[in-house]
């Protein structure tokens, strides 16, 4: 299975064969280096492939880190199960994608910071007229005394909170386009997160 990761840089379009336009989003990558192999018959008892991704500061990474990493200060690092096999130290970079696979991309969401439950979740809020006077973004009755859950509030009633900051996979995704030697990867569709959010490209 073929996986790299890479930063969202930007939307673009990608004009077909036949004239028609595709909207594509522009994934950047400078390629991966495999920094451990575990297998299902080791110590760790299940087999994956980890990789480490960009450069970051030094004393911006615990000593643990930097050193699982042989002294290299990537910027992510992350693991992929059920991948093919590959030796500590081998590079992994944008050539190993073809047009037209298909691919899931997966990342973290736009942090919408804290919302109420109506740009939350939907929630009409209350009545303008009639006796209400700041009611119109509240989120109303959340349980009380006897009703579903017996007094007390429910877990899962949906409040106000963070919003965004999710993990989202987006699947079935196409590659329009592929720039191994500018590490440019061109996807269908619109990917999570905001322009540097390092996502995880999985071949399906």
């Given amino acids: ?25 522009i994934l950047k990558t400078d390629g991966v280096t495999v920094t451990q192999v575990k297998t299902a018959d080791g110590a760790d008892r299940y087999s994956a492939v980890q990789v480490g991704f960009g450069t970051r500061k030094e004393k911006n990474l615990s000593k643990a880190v930097l050193g699982h990493a042989k002294g290299t200060a990537y910027e992510a690092m992350r693991e992929f199960r059920d991948v093919d096999a ?22 973290l969401t736009k942090g919408k910071g804290f919302a109420g439950v109506v ?3 939907g929630f009409h809020g209350g009545r303008r007229t009639h006796g209400q006077k700041h009611s119109e973004r509240e989120p109303g009755s959340i349980g009380g005394s006897g009703g579903r859950a017996g007094g007390r509030v429910a877990k899962g009633i949906r409040m106000a909170g963070r919003m965004g900051a999710d993990r989202v996979t987006v699947k079935n995704l196409k590659v ?3 720039d191994a030697a500018n590490g440019e990867i061109i996807v269908s569709g619109a990917v999570p997160g905001n322009r540097g959010t390092i996502l995880e490209v999985i071949a399906a």
Avoid: C
């Fill in 1 to 25: 299975m073929k996986f790299i990761l890479a930063k969202k840089a930007g939307m673009t379009r990608v004009f077909g064969e036949d004239g028609t336009a595709k909207a594509g989003t």
């Fill in 86 to 107: 590959a030796e500590v130290g081998a590079t992994i970079d944008a050539s190993v994608f073809a047009v037209g696979d298909t691919v899931s991309v997966a990342g």
């Fill in 119 to 121: 740009k939350r979740h």
């Fill in 176 to 178: 329009l386009a592929v």
